[in-house]
């Protein structure tokens, strides 16, 4: 296997295609070449590429380079308060050693079901920018995940950075990790929950699914008993239903299918309740 370590984006792209892949953390590549799930050709390390690790917040907007790492999230003031529910997935990320070395990027790039930052990103209506030797482009990452680690990245480009809207003081959130211990472990069902109201009506819903089907997904169903209302007892179940009905998850060795899709509707219900401020158990 040929490596490479790229001193500007251009080099790297220059180095693009033919069997090559991207490097950064490597966290996700690594093992993955180490115990025979891919090959490449061609490592281009772009781990040096400082102008790809930054968050800023420019024309409106949050925009995070591709390189910034889990840590940076947590170190990020912006972060914290204009997009809480990605703050709260980095915390449960991995551990510390892993969430200095991943990055935004390639935890995106991997396309795991399971991604712990897919959930938030889609329920911000993050927007990935692209870039190729033939120019950018950028793309909503609800239309970048295609299948079973597989996105819709071409094979020559390399995502830059992710943008997101911050979230507003109206805006409520929550976000959810079910694990089978509190550190290292991956999701066996990702939930974030973000609701833009206006005084007591929901105008806006999104919530982001993860580890429940082939891909990280918007609930959109669930989102549809929400927008537009003044939310309770039961839009929430509606919606919780609707969540539920909607995952596609499968068996394995950290789950099973049925109890996945039941805890899409349970964490759905909760997280509506605490973004809202509502009591979790009816008084009796």
Request: glycine share 8%.
């Given at each position: 296997m040929e490596f490479l370590r790229a001193t500007s984006v251009d080099e790297a792209l220059a180095a693009a295609g033919d069997g090559a892949a991207f490097v950064a953390g490597g966290t996700n590549l690594v093992p993955d070449v180490l115990f025979g799930r891919k090959k490449i050709a061609r490592a281009v390390d772009i781990s040096r590429l400082d102008e790809l690790r930054?968050?800023?917040?420019?024309?409106?907007?949050?925009?995070?380079?591709?390189?910034?790492?889990?840590?940076?999230?947590?170190?990020?003031?912006l972060i914290r308060d204009a997009a809480s529910p990605l703050y709260e997935s980095a915390l449960e990320f991995a551990g510390p050693l892993v969430r200095n070395r991943a990055s935004v990027a390639g935890n995106l790039m991997d396309a795991s079901p399971a991604a712990d930052l897919a959930p938030p990103l889609l329920a911000q209506d993050a927007v990935v920018e692209l870039a190729s030797a033939e120019g950018e482009r950028t793309l909503p990452l609800s239309?970048?995940?295609?299948?079973?680690?597989?996105?819709?990245?071409?094979?020559?480009?390399?995502?830059?950075?992710?943008?997101?809207?911050?979230?507003?003081?109206?805006?409520?959130?929550?976000?959810?990790?079910?694990?089978?211990?509190?550190?290292?472990?991956?999701?066996?069902?990702?939930?974030?929950?973000?609701?833009?109201?206006?005084?007591?009506?929901?105008?806006?819903?999104?919530?982001?699914?993860?580890?429940?089907?082939?891909?990280?997904y918007r609930a959109r169903a669930a989102e549809a008993h929400l927008r537009g209302k003044e939310i309770g007892e039961a839009e929430i179940e509606a919606a919780a239903a609707a969540a539920a009905d909607g995952a596609r998850p499968i068996d394995d060795v950290r789950a099973s299918a049925a109890y996945r899709r039941k805890m899409c509707g349970v964490l759905v219900r909760r997280l509506l309740k605490k973004a809202l401020g509502m009591p979790q158990i009816a008084a009796v």
């Open positions: 930054f968050i800023e917040e420019a024309d409106g907007k949050i925009r995070i380079g591709a390189l910034a790492t889990v840590t940076d999230l947590l170190d990020s003031g239309e970048f995940f295609l299948d079973y680690r597989k996105t819709a990245a071409r094979p020559e480009e390399l995502m830059t950075a992710v943008v997101i809207d911050p979230l507003g003081t109206a805006d409520r959130c929550a976000y959810y990790k079910l694990q089978l211990r509190r550190a290292m472990a991956i999701a066996v069902v990702g939930v974030a929950v973000i609701l833009r109201m206006e005084e007591s009506v929901c105008a806006e819903a999104a919530i982001g699914m993860g580890a429940v089907a082939a891909v990280p």
